[in-house]
């Protein structure tokens, strides 16, 4: 079994910066630097940064920006609504489901 969540941050992109982007959010400087931290991690984790992530049923789903690591084969999706919004998808699996160390 597993646990599907998403999580709303107060991550916010200044409305300014998603005016000039005009749809192209990986562009803008605030993901650049949030694309940064996701490598760093993946780089640590053995993991990897993707522009999706999967359901139970293995149907991937795209995003802005997402994260696959041993903990979360099925990856860490981010998303940024119209308003900037920054929120987090995810595909949790129980504890006793991640592969041990």
Avoid at 82 to 92: C, D
């Amino acid at each position: 079994m597993s646990l599907t969540a998403d999580y709303e941050t107060e991550i916010r992109v200044p409305q300014p910066q998603l005016r000039a982007a005009q749809g192209n959010v990986r562009g803008l400087p605030c993901m650049g630097i949030m694309r940064q931290a996701f490598e760093t991690i993946a780089r640590e984790q053995g993991g990897s940064v993707t522009e999706d992530y999967e359901d139970c049923n293995g149907k991937h789903t795209p995003c802005v920006i997402g994260l696959k690591t041993r903990q979360f084969p099925r990856g860490v999706g981010v998303d940024i609504t119209p308003e900037g919004k920054v929120g987090y998808h995810l595909l949790q699996w129980p504890t006793q489901d991640i592969p041990a160390e």
